[in-house]
């Protein structure tokens, strides 16, 4: 079992960056590969970025590359989400998630076992 908080989420200007911090439970957190997903209101959940257990690839949605980075600490048990140069079209509530496939940096989200409770980044135009 997994538990996962997120934290770091605000209101920030367009422009302006934020740092998400996914923080888990357990001993075996350095076996699962983590992503990152949004949904903002009155649409889908949709992925944002993954990682692998290892931190050695990472893959993102097309529409932040360049602009966020994920990354993860496996001695803190924690994956980040850097966002930088942030556009209102970025407000959502973000969640991590984890899945025990260790090397699984896909969007599919039935693919992920265990998710958080999910932060709110708002972007001001």
């Known amino acids: 079992q997994v538990q996962l908080v997120e934290s770091g989420g605000g209101l920030v200007q367009a422009g302006g960056s934020l740092r998400l911090s996914c923080a888990a439970s357990?001993?075996?957190?350095?076996?699962?590969?983590m992503g990152w997903f949004r949904q903002a209101p009155g649409k889908e959940r949709e992925f944002v970025a993954a990682?692998?257990?290892?931190?050695?690839?990472?893959y993102y949605q097309d529409s932040v590359q360049g602009r966020f980075t994920i990354s993860r600490d496996n001695a803190k048990n924690t994956v980040y989400l850097q966002m930088n140069s942030l556009k209102p079209e970025d407000t959502a509530v973000y969640y991590c998630?984890?899945?025990?496939?260790?090397?699984?940096?896909?969007?599919?989200?039935?693919?992920?076992?265990?998710w958080g409770q999910g932060t709110q980044v708002t972007v001001s135009s």
């Open positions: 998630a984890a899945s025990r496939y260790s090397d699984y940096v896909r969007p599919a989200t039935r693919k992920y076992d265990y």
């Open positions: 357990g001993r075996t957190f350095s076996t699962y590969a």
């Open positions: 990682i692998t257990s290892s931190g050695g690839y990472t």
